[in-house]
Every structure is written in C-alpha cells, then in structure tokens.
C-alpha cells in the first residue's frame, strides 16, 4: 500500500503540495514529494507516478463534495462545533464560494474514472484505491494532544517570527510520529525544511509541503486502525471528512 497527502489549493491559480508514502508493513517513509503542484494535469501525474498502477489511499485537504450552492456543508458545521474550544474549526464551503466549478469534486471524477472509490468508510488493512477528505487542524489536535491549533499559517496580525516557531513545531511533531503505531519516518523529508530562513512563497511552500505529508499520514492511519480509530463528520451525500483519533496511537 502507498499513501497520498494533498494539501489541494481551491484554484489551480495556487500551488499544491503533495506527499507519497510507501508502507513496507512495519513503518512508512516518504517516496515522492511535491510543494508546488500546478495544474489538475500535473496533480492527477503525481498521484499516478507515486501509485505505479498499485494500490493507494488518496487524503486530500480541500473539500471533495459540494452539493449546497450557500452556507456551508453539515460536515463544516458538526466538525466546527466539535473542535471550537481549540480552534480547529473549518472554513465553510459552497458553490458559490468555490463554484461553479469545485476543484476537488473535479478531482474526485478524474481519480473514479481511474478506479478510485470515494466513500467515508475505509477497509482497514487490505489493498484499496480510494480517496477521502480530511482536515489537518483537528486531526493535530487529536494526534499531537493540542490544546489549540498551531498558528503557522498567515493572518492579519500574526508576526513572522510567531509562524516560524510554530511550524518549527509542527515539524518536530511529525517527526515524533516515527515513535507512533503506525510509525511514519520522515527524516529524509524534514530535514530539507530550514524553518529560520523561510518567508514569503518559500514558507507557504513548506508549509504546504507539510500538510500534505500530515494528510498522507492521516490516511496511513486511519487504513490502518479501522473505524476505531476515525471518526466521520457528515455522509456520502452532503459531503464528508474523517478526523483520526488521538486514543487509537
């Protein structure tokens, strides 16, 4: 099994990141990595190049499933309520917001013209091409124990140097993920990101390169605990995303 993480940007305008890891049935590594994806064309050549015809579980950040033309999805909402105290909450999604054509339900026809499921429930531990959305605030915060979500991203009022010490963070904590069940050993990857020298487009590129890595280990994990260890906000039909549990590691 092979596991892809995408940190999808809603317009092909933005760069992507992307992360295949292999799993050799003891721990994951990183195969292959991308932190500027362009074009749908480019996305779709990563995943298949990483995949090689085999297996794969695709987790992908950027809503997937978008039948509500305002307001926001009954996924946005349950997971918000769920996770406000440590301010993980999502960002409401609609077709209007996104339309009229959303990105990632783009993707998900690409990818079940090429044999992928896209379904909330995964088969735990058993060879599977299939892709899911996922979030990785509230998934941190259940995996890393976070009272709060790490504020590497930019906004309004957030200095440089309070960004770098917590995506210096961030990555500390996926590198702690090699002492996790499942493990994960991402040195080779971590180690190219130098968190002291990064701004501007450079530090969106690690930090998207980041997500995308957390995204493919999220789906690792959840493939690997089962639905003991995940839990589904929403359904097939209003769109879905799945956050790992902490108590599963």
């Known amino acids: 099994m092979r596991f892809v993480g995408l940190d999808l940007a809603w317009s092909p305008r933005n760069a992507s990141g992307g992360v295949v890891l292999d799993w050799d049935g003891d721990r994951a590594h990183p195969l292959a990595w991308r932190e500027a994806l362009g074009s749908d064309e480019e996305i779709i050549g990563f995943i298949l190049e990483g995949l090689q015809g085999g297996p794969g579980l695709i987790a992908v950040d950027a809503p ?101 010490q917590e995506l210096s963070r961030y990555r500390e ?32 590129r690690a930090e998207d390169l980041l997500d995308a890595l957390f995204c493919a280990y999220i ?10 260890g995940y839990r589904v906000f929403g359904d097939s039909e209003s769109g879905f995303i799945l956050v790992p549990l902490g108590r599963s590691g």
Do not use: M
């Open 219 to 228: 789906a690792l994990y959840i493939w690997w605990h089962g639905p003991g």
């Open 64 to 164: 997937l499933s978008v039948p509500n033309e305002l307001g926001t999805r009954p996924c946005d909402r349950e997971l918000s309520l769920a996770y406000r105290r440590q301010q993980a909450g999502a960002l409401p999604a609609n077709r209007g917001r996104l339309g009229p054509r959303v990105r990632g339900e783009e993707l998900v026809r690409r990818l079940r013209k090429l044999g992928f499921t896209f379904a909330p429930q995964v088969p735990p531990r058993q060879p599977l091409r299939q892709v899911i959305e996922v979030y990785p605030h509230p998934a941190a915060v259940e995996l890393f124990g976070l009272p709060r979500t790490l504020k590497y991203k930019a906004r309004k009022g957030r200095a440089l140097a309070t960004r770098r």
């Open 173 to 204: 904590l996926l590198g702690s993920l090699r002492e996790r069940v499942p493990r994960l050993e991402a040195g080779a990857l971590l180690s190219r990101i130098e968190v002291a020298a990064l701004r501007g487009g450079a530090f969106k």
